[in-house]
């Protein structure tokens, strides 16, 4: 069974970094690309950012090219999200993803 | 970039209605959609994969077709519990901007 367990979200100030991770299990992780995309309070669903299944290829939104860093260890199974310069647009539950399979979320709140 | 497109955005509708939502890729994603349903409050719930997969668990009253560019989702006799908001996506990429799904 595919399973992906997202990590490290919370509350971060305005400009602030926050890494995420997620730990992939119950499917070769190596051979699919990932990717993050999130969901902000009473918004809709928006994609963040993927990844080649060997690292080579990452794609982002406009809103986050240059603040977030997407990449992936496939001898750990694990996937991350480095996010830095965050804004308070950038709140949101940040779910992992695996085509159509998701984790559960991680919340990560940006406010002073 | 691929970009999606949905309509109707809001589609009115009673139950035991069948519903069809369409999503239109701008360039071939071949059968890369999924269909998810959001209700507020709750995570999203993956209901289609590669275009016409039905997720495990899914009532039979949901369906995917197409390929391509085009793509249509159809709710074949709509319940009290599908009034939601639903997002296509091409994998790991774009989604649709979304169609919710209210009672007539």
């Known amino acids: 069974e595919v399973q992906l367990v997202e990590s490290g979200g919370g509350l971060v100030q305005p400009g602030g970094s926050l890494t995420l991770s997620c730990a992939a299990s119950?499917?070769?992780?190596?051979?699919?690309?990932m990717s993050w995309v999130r969901q902000a309070p009473g918004k809709g669903l928006e994609w963040v950012a993927n990844?080649?299944?060997?690292?080579?290829?990452?794609q982002y939104v406009d809103s986050v090219k240059g603040r977030f860093t997407i990449s992936r260890d496939n001898a750990k199974n694990s996937l991350y999200l480095q996010m830095n310069s965050l804004r308070a647009e950038d709140t949101a539950v940040y779910y992992c993803?695996?085509?159509?399979?998701w984790g559960q979320g991680t919340l990560v709140i940006v406010s002073s | 970039d691929i970009q999606m497109t949905q309509s109707p955005s809001t589609l009115s509708a009673s139950v035991g209605d069948r519903v069809t939502i369409t999503c239109r890729a701008s360039q071939s994603i071949n059968n890369w959609l999924a269909w998810y349903q959001l209700k507020p409050g709750k995570a999203p719930k993956p209901l289609m994969y590669k275009a016409s997969s039905l997720e495990s668990g899914v009532p039979s009253r949901f369906s995917g077709s197409g390929s391509g560019t085009e793509f249509t989702l159809t709710i074949s006799s709509l319940q009290p519990d599908d009034f939601a908001t639903y997002y296509c996506q091409q994998f790991n990429s774009y989604f649709g901007q979304g169609t919710k799904v209210e009672i007539k």
């Open positions: 993803a695996r085509e159509q399979k």
């Open positions: 119950g499917f070769t992780f190596s051979i699919y690309w």
């Open positions: 990844i080649k299944e060997d690292g080579s290829e990452k």
